[in-house]
């Protein structure tokens, strides 16, 4: 069952966060590319420290740094200022530019302002390449900004041309450490890929001596410019609308065909997308990955009489809230609440598609969800445990349950951006923590625990 939340006045706790967020993450995995938000220096310094807080990583988003006079005259002069500062002190490759509330309130526009600088500037043989996005807060979440960064850099650099056997891998937002497995397996099929972005090496870097301005790492740009010579695209996200589909793009501009899945969580999800590479390889799945799975049945096997039937709270991103809830109902384990900040319309649907064959009733599904909405429902539907993101912690201490800590964002705990989503092995890590988890909660709760299972 899919409801949308009433039409609240106010949101007391989001379940989800600002859209320019998500661009600047997105912007984050491209080869030489600087963030750049167009509006005040506060949204800045608010999403530097939320990105710090999970990935542990330094942070550099620029800003037009607008100010009261600004909103009344426009920001054109602050954008072309601020252009120029960063192009001077970071030497970047790309700057991607994000709107936020402010500028698209006064109705800035930044693709004319963006024509006027690059024909002022014309002679500057360093100035690097743009992209611009229409990110306000209030038209969507940080997923919705995300996907839109990632269409507006396809739409605005992807060029056609003579064919390549490479293909495209568009994954969405997930962690570092699923970016650097997504390439794995790339590799392991011998097939030549494009993934966009890749933030498996700027935002989870090793120790440098120096500070890189510009992290190494991301999506090559000349990488980027080839997607429409690709032969296919992969792109995962069931709840993606068209209009922010990069792979939709590809398809309808270069006639480039587009695969559409579900992130690869659990063994059914991840059983589609290797199944697809077998047929864009024309190879076997690889011994490895067969013997990664036959682990997990069997750790499945092991582990089923500690968790099966217990009831779970879901949330967070809308995609991330499918593939959960996919491998939740494969476990035996009964998602019965599926939540979400997003308001896609497709949330319900996406989980009927990959839990409908499981379970025998469908849990509670919402859109539109904020916290003390979640937190109401909670106490009738008893659940054994929470899974999402470190914003569910109060919640779960309250109720003495576990959270089971996934997606974005994990302030709480170090290697948030280090937790392995998809595959096998992804699933294999989940199954353990959630399993180990309940264990822990009933020797907790025990009067006399036990120290032997």
Not at 184 to 212: H, I, K, N, R, W
Request: charged share 20%; proline share 5%.
């Amino acid at each position: 069952m899919t409801k949308n939340r009433p039409n609240y006045v106010s949101t007391t706790n989001a379940c989800k966060l600002c859209k320019p967020l998500g661009a600047c993450l997105a912007f984050k995995g491209i080869e030489g590319t600087v963030p750049f938000l167009h509006g005040s220096q506060g949204c800045a310094t608010y999403m530097r420290r939320y990105i710090i807080s999970h990935y542990n990583e330094p942070v550099d988003i620029a800003s037009s740094s607008l100010s009261e006079k600004h909103a009344v005259y426009g920001g054109g002069p602050n954008l072309k200022t601020g252009l120029t500062n960063v192009t001077e002190k970071y030497r970047p490759r790309m700057i991607g530019i994000a709107t936020t509330c402010l500028t698209e309130t006064i109705g800035d526009d930044v693709s004319m302002y963006l024509d006027q600088y690059q024909k002022e500037n014309r002679k500057n043989k360093e100035m690097p390449d743009f992209v611009n996005v229409s990110t306000p807060s209030y038209s969507g979440t940080h997923m919705e900004g995300f996907h839109e960064a990632v269409y507006q850099v396809v739409s605005q650099r992807a060029a056609g041309g003579s064919a390549t056997r490479t293909i495209n891998l568009l994954p969405g937002f997930v962690s570092s450490a699923d970016y650097r497995w997504l390439m794995e397996v790339m590799a392991d099929f011998g097939l030549d890929c494009t993934m966009l972005p890749d933030l498996s090496a700027t935002m989870d870097g090793p120790a440098l001596l120096e500070y890189e301005k510009v992290p190494t790492g991301g999506t090559p740009l000349a990488a980027i410019k080839a997607m429409g010579r690709s032969r296919a695209t992969i792109e995962f996200g069931r709840t993606v609308a068209d209009h922010e589909s990069a792979g939709a793009v590809l398809a309808e501009k270069f006639e480039v065909g587009n695969y559409r899945l579900g992130l690869p969580i659990g063994i059914e999800e991840t059983d589609r997308f290797f199944n697809l590479l077998c047929e864009l390889s024309g190879r076997d799945i690889p011994e490895k990955y067969e013997g990664e799975r036959g682990r997990l049945v069997d750790a499945y096997v092991d582990g089923h009489k500690y968790i099966f039937g217990k009831k779970a709270i879901v949330y967070g991103e809308e995609d991330l809230v499918v593939g959960i809830s996919a491998f939740l109902a494969e476990i035996g384990i009964f998602p019965v609440l599926c939540a979400s900040g997003g308001t896609s319309g497709r949330l319900g649907k996406s989980i009927v598609e990959v839990t409908g064959d499981i379970l025998a009733t469908q849990p509670e599904i919402h859109e539109g969800m904020d916290f003390f909405d979640i937190a109401e429902m909670a106490e009738a539907l008893e659940p054994d445990l929470i899974v999402g993101h470190s914003k569910g912690y109060p919640l779960a201490r309250k109720m003495n349950i576990p959270l089971i800590r996934v997606g974005f964002p994990i302030h709480d705990r170090v290697g948030g951006q280090r937790v392995l989503h998809l595959g096998y092995n992804g699933a294999q890590q989940l199954f353990d923590t959630i399993t180990n988890a309940v264990i822990a909660q009933k020797q907790a709760d025990s009067s006399v625990g036990y120290s032997y299972m």
